[in-house]
């Protein structure tokens, strides 16, 4: 009881953070900037520490005065007069940020152990620019404020479209009712080992055609002096497991997990909380008998050149109890002892291995063997190894003799939960273009009877080379549950790899006419767990907004009338971050799709959708570059996301089609900017 009141208190605590939000900024005062910008923040009081950052820089908070009966906290700049202000004041320096840009910018406010504590971005279209007005936050939106020069540690006004101010207060309709949160954490886990996926968060009056909500989770961890929260956003339609908060203890004991939901598509909520008691035990002093081994498909021996070795690394518990947490290395290996590729993995899911051969024959060893094993195992067999024999290509084959093309899907970032029909996919591939006059290289999703069930993704590899590549990969609406194979196929070489789809139900409607996605981006320069995506949308009709990242998938039915301007908020991983943005008319199919690619490392920055990998290979090459480890380790929660979020998509073209109908996506641009270039170069003679 003494472990479930600390975490209550502590969730109540972090309740508290949880509702920091900025309520008012003043970015262009009357006249003089200098010394008149603030920011106001409500849901905390004591700042002192904490940070408060732009989309440039950042600054320490110190206070200036202190008061704890005031429900809001003010971030002013050196020489501010707050005299007259009766909430906590604090400092940043001299400026705030790197001045709050007139514009438009980002701000962001930490806590003192660095947990992003809110966040937002405006621009001046939002009101506040040149008339000595705040913004002020009104029902999760910025809008001018009605009184000039702000209303600072006091609730402000907005001016609303009728011109009649409305006091600014927050939404607290509860949503509690229509949404649960049940944890399924085991009650008994693993020192040392991280966790994710620790709650499934249900919308029980969901029905078929409910668009997404955003629903916010707080979550705390107590015991043994221990004293851990977090929180988590998930897009949920009928329920949700991926993506739900993580969890690593490094001391064995008794601990209590808690939590609750405290909003819904932003609105704070009045929802019970959730408690499970947790033994936490050391994984090597838990005996086990477990057992490693390496299983080559149907058994077989012998291949032909350019033949995918499939295979799977097989556990098994031989004891009482279920599997223990793992990773396996597996590797290929010549007779030599020259390792030809090693990967990490911690599920049970089939690889393959290609091969090519420099001569009559070659001999491999497929080997794996236990990274990691959350037990103290007594199994003996704790290795795998297979010997396979690859016959090389006869004397005056075109492959032989340079056609060393291969494909590969190394990773589907498959969800805990899998995909829904309708959903947009990830697939990490490799694409190894040899001496061929084949450069078409296409992806898609296909049922147990070879029919199509997602739109068609086409690359083009012109040159000779090894790419590593992100491609997207769109499910069609209206697929029923069930096992499906994604196909990966050209070069005269096909590959694919398993998956699981949910099926839904849709909806026919009539197709609008045709739309056009004019813009895609972020505003967003400094590290944050979560980002603002923009995008223009143009045309006439009644459409969905289908948003797809690695850790986020949000819709948003809206009416276009000309020109409409698209807001959402993601999640960021170190690491590339790719974003796919769809419009569906109402029988959820695709009319327009753009993509997003953001890398994230000490900054974030757009960078091309395609980057080539090792793009000239020397003509003597027998075999492609090894495959370089990912730089990366990323955040994604989703599957297997982690162990390849590094893989950069890759140069050429890219299309999507639906049937036999093809859509060239915006590879042009590449020519445009030769174009471009050409027109500059002639300038300066």
């Not at 966040?119 to 008339?131: L, M, N, P, Q, R």
């Not at 420099?358 to 704790?382: E, I, P, Q, R």
């Amino acid at each position: 009881m003494r472990l479930v009141a600390y975490a209550l208190i502590a969730l109540l605590l972090l309740h508290a953070a949880l509702a920091v939000r900025f309520t008012e900024i003043m970015y262009d005062p009357p006249g003089n900037d200098n010394n008149r910008e603030f920011i106001e923040v409500e849901g905390a009081w004591n700042l002192t520490g904490w940070t408060i950052a732009d989309a440039a820089s950042n600054d320490t908070l110190v206070p200036l005065q202190v008061n704890a009966s005031s429900g809001y906290a003010l971030i002013v700049e050196e020489g501010f007069d707050y005299a007259n202000l009766s909430c906590s004041v604090y400092s940043a320096g001299s400026t705030i940020g790197n001045n709050l840009n007139n514009g438009g910018d980002s701000v962001f406010l930490y806590t003192p152990n660095g947990t992003l504590a809110a966040a937002t971005d405006y621009t001046s279209v939002d009101g506040g620019s040149s008339d000595g007005r705040a913004l002020v936050m009104r029902n999760g939106s910025w809008a001018e404020g009605g009184t000039p020069g702000g209303t600072p540690c006091r609730p402000e006004t907005a001016i609303p479209e009728n011109g009649t101010e409305t006091g600014n207060e927050t939404n607290t309709t509860d949503m509690s009712g229509a949404f649960t949160l049940s944890i399924t954490l085991p009650g008994t886990i693993f020192s040392g080992i991280p966790y994710d996926g620790l709650f499934k968060v249900e919308n029980t009056a969901y029905a078929a055609g409910d668009e997404y909500r955003n629903v916010t989770v707080g979550y705390a961890v107590t015991g043994d002096g221990t004293h851990l929260n977090g929180t988590f956003s998930v897009m949920v339609r009928s329920y949700r497991l991926a993506g739900t908060g993580t969890l690593m203890l490094n001391g064995t004991g008794n601990y209590t997990l808690c939590g609750r939901i405290t909003a819904v598509d932003g609105n704070a909520t009045s929802s019970p909380v959730v408690c499970r008691a947790l033994a936490v035990l050391d994984p090597f002093a838990q005996p086990c008998d477990v057992s490693l081994a390496l299983e080559v498909e149907d058994g077989k021996v012998l291949f032909d050149e350019g033949d995918h070795i499939r295979f799977r690394n097989r556990v098994e518990r031989h004891d009482n109890g279920s599997l223990p947490p793992f990773i396996v290395r597996y590797w290929a290996e010549d007779l030599d002892g020259k390792v030809l590729r090693v990967s990490t993995t911690g599920n049970l899911n089939q690889k393959s291995f290609t091969p090519h051969v420099d001569g009559a024959v070659g001999v491999y060893l497929l080997k794996d063997a236990f990274d990691m094993l959350a037990c103290n195992n007594s199994g003996k067999n704790v290795t795998g190894e297979r010997l396979v024999v690859v016959k090389g290509a006869p004397d005056g084959d075109a492959t032989s003799q340079g056609d060393q093309s291969s494909l590969e899907i190394l990773d589907l970032h498959e969800p805990r939960d899998g995909y829904e029909a309708g959903d947009g996919m990830l697939a990490d591939v490799r694409i190894v273009k040899g001496d061929t006059r084949k450069y078409s290289v296409k992806l898609w999703t296909e049922d147990a009877a070879g029919r199509k069930a997602s739109a068609v993704t086409t690359f083009r590899a012109r040159q000779q080379g090894t790419y590593e590549a992100t491609l997207p990969l769109l499910l069609k609406q209206g697929l029923p549950t069930g096992d499906y194979r994604v196909v990966l196929e050209g070069l005269g070489e096909r590959t694919g790899a398993d998956v699981r789809v949910r099926g839904k139900t849709v909806e026919k409607n009539a197709t609008p006419e045709a739309l056009a996605i004019a813009s895609f981006y972020t505003r967003a320069k400094l590290p944050a767990e979560r980002i603002a995506l923009y995008a223009t949308v143009k045309g006439n009709a009644n459409v969905t907004l289908d948003l797809v990242g690695l850790q986020d998938h949000g819709r948003e039915d809206v009416a276009l009338d000309g020109s409409y301007a698209y807001k959402a908020e993601v999640a960021m991983a170190h690491g590339p971050n790719p974003f796919i943005l769809r419009v569906l008319d109402a029988g959820g199919k695709t009319l327009a799709t753009k993509g997003l690619l953001l890398e994230m490392d000490d900054a974030i920055r757009q960078v091309d959708w395609f980057t080539k990998r090792n793009a000239s290979v020397a003509a003597e090459a027998s075999a492609a570059p090894d495959r370089t480890e990912p730089t990366g380790t990323g955040k994604g929660t989703s599957g297997n996301a982690s162990g390849n979020a590094s893989f950069a998509p890759v140069t050429g073209a890219l299309s999507y089609s639906e049937q036999d109908n093809t859509r060239l996506l915006p590879a042009l641009l590449g020519l445009v900017g030769l174009l471009l270039l050409g027109i500059v170069l002639q300038h300066r003679r």
